[in-house]
């Protein structure tokens, strides 16, 4: 009794629990990191995120992934107000425990990749409203059109839609429960979703 067995002791609990014990047992979320978020561990996060979280919450993360195509019922938008307003290690707790229809997702990012993805989510967030401002002084900064162009790409990435059948099945959650869907057409059961926003237009 009272021993721990070799390679089982866990000194620093946030990093492990993403919560904070408090007065009276209350846990608590913070919105911080357990370790420096780095350009390394930014890239490490959208490297799994790109695996694990975009089947379900797409590369964006508006939670239209391929396989709300099969018929799956789609996962939380990360750019809604109330994701927007969770502390970090929300996201950390989650792919932890699991959520609602989410399972955890424990066996397949240790605790430190569940915080590099983590912070990821919350640099794809700050990317969605992002200005001119934001943009370090000296950085060059070009129009998402023009780098399209010199990779070869379309100008914008295109709209896609949802099939019928996941409209039909789950109609009322997608237009009333996410904010980022638009309607294609009034007589058409799909729902057109823009991957991205038009680029501003140039100052004259």
Request: proline letters at 8%.
């Amino acid at each position: 009794m009272n021993t721990v067995a070799r390679g089982q002791l866990r000194e620093d609990s946030y990093f492990y629990t993403g919560v904070v014990e408090g007065a009276n047992g209350y846990r608590e979320e913070k919105d911080l990191m357990p370790f420096p978020a780095t350009l390394e561990v930014l890239k490490r996060g959208q490297e799994r995120f790109n695996i694990y979280c975009t089947p379900c919450h797409s590369r964006v993360g508006n939670g239209l992934g391929e396989i709300v195509e099969r018929g799956y019922k789609p996962a939380a938008n990360l750019h809604d107000q109330v994701r927007l307003a969770q502390p970090l290690s929300h996201y950390y707790y989650v792919m932890t425990h699991g959520y609602g229809a989410m399972p955890d997702y424990s066996a397949q990012l240790t605790p430190i990749d569940r915080w590099a993805v983590a912070a990821y989510i919350r640099a794809l967030q700050l990317s969605q409203a992002a200005t001119a401002s934001d943009v370090p002084a000296g950085a060059q900064v070009r129009e998402l059109k023009d780098i399209a162009t010199d990779e070869g790409h379309a100008e914008y990435a295109q709209p896609w839609t949802l099939p019928a059948t996941a409209v039909q099945a789950y109609g009322h959650d997608l237009k009333q429960g996410n904010p980022a869907l638009v309607p294609a057409n009034p007589a058409d059961p799909a729902i057109t979703v823009p991957l991205s926003k038009p680029a501003p237009a140039a100052a004259k």
